[in-house]
């Protein structure tokens, strides 16, 4: 018989594989649809209309849905790790299918995130699993989780009003940093309703109790912002980096998310606490070259299409400008 790791195990993978092929089901959908009407970058909705993005739609929804019940059966040191299996997907497939090709450096950069992400997982400490939603609820009314919430929503109030505007058609962390903050919500909240199904489930009911209602809205509003801003990420950025630094940012917030709530961290020794300030440093490295990749990217195939071509500048330039990638 299936033991309850094992079972996590299974599903969690599954869950990565779902949605490392989502991304790239995703951005094929959204590159069609960029053909057709006004970008999501630039705040359209055309991808709507797209069957191959609603394919990716579901193939997400599956992979989360299995990630959901993944946590219901595994603790989260198990499962976020297993995370990372969707980013080396997703490059793979982006490299053969939407030809983004991660280079040498990049390649290098995801093994950083990778490798910091992990640390920091392995390290962080073992959380103990309330027994009723009641308890889940005054674990989320403690002042530190509740000040941590109106820091996240203060953050993403800012970065959607001030930043976006302004920067979020060139700075990748705007649009992640929205998607991360959010979801490092959206997993204390899943984790309140999954615990109150497996209690019903077990006998204890938890469904007629508010607080499971109030965390179920928390988590569907949350998920729909998810959904939009990573919409705009894909859109905008190449999938092979928006991959490797939204599950950085989404590992390194839902960690200090459920530490802050769960109150984790208590008891932690020298060595565990090292290990995690090394993993930050290690991912910190992770991104800068995968941003730096990015920029060689974008400025070698441009410079190869002003060599080759017979065309002015002037003329390349009012091309670019009516072509779908742009």
Request: hydrophobic share 50%; glycine share 6%; proline share 3%.
């Amino acid at each position: 018989m299936v033991s309850d790791n094992e079972m996590g195990l299974i599903l969690a993978v599954s869950s990565s594989v779902f949605i490392g092929s989502s991304f790239i089901l995703k951005k094929k959908g959204l590159k069609r649809a960029a053909a057709n009407g006004t970008r999501a970058g630039f705040g359209g909705y055309t991808y709507l209309l797209e069957p191959l993005w609603w394919v990716g739609l579901v193939t997400m929804t599956f992979g989360e849905i299995a990630n959901f019940v993944a946590y219901v059966y595994a603790p989260a040191v198990l499962v976020t790790p297993l995370g990372a299996l969707s980013i080396i997907i997703s490059a793979i497939l982006a490299h053969f299918l939407l030809d983004e090709k991660l280079r040498k450096m990049g390649v290098w950069g995801c093994v950083c995130c990778i490798v910091g992400s992990v640390m920091i997982v392995i390290h962080a400490p073992q959380e103990q699993t309330p027994n009723s939603v009641e308890e889940i609820w005054k674990l989320a009314m403690q002042p530190a989780f509740l000040i941590y919430v109106a820091i996240s929503m203060s953050i993403v109030l800012a970065l959607i009003l001030y930043c976006e505007p302004l920067c979020g058609q060139t700075n990748i962390l705007v649009y992640i940093g929205i998607c991360s903050l959010m979801g490092s919500l959206t997993v204390m909240s899943i984790k309140a309703v999954g615990i109150a199904i497996k209690l019903t489930f077990e006998g204890i009911n938890q469904i007629w109790y508010p607080e499971t209602w109030f965390f179920a809205m928390v988590a569907a509003i949350c998920v729909v912002m998810q959904m939009i801003y990573l919409n705009k990420a894909l859109d905008t950025f190449n999938a092979a980096i928006v991959s490797p630094i939204y599950y950085v940012m989404f590992t390194t917030l839902t960690i200090v998310a459920s530490a802050i709530m769960f109150k984790d961290w208590n008891g932690q020794n020298t060595d565990s606490i090292a290990s995690e300030i090394c993993g930050f440093i290690t991912v910190l490295t992770g991104t800068v070259i995968l941003h730096s990749t990015r920029e060689e990217e974008q400025a070698s195939p441009r410079r190869m299409r002003w060599q080759d071509s017979g065309k002015s500048f002037d003329e390349e330039h009012l091309t670019s400008l009516y072509s779908p990638e742009y």
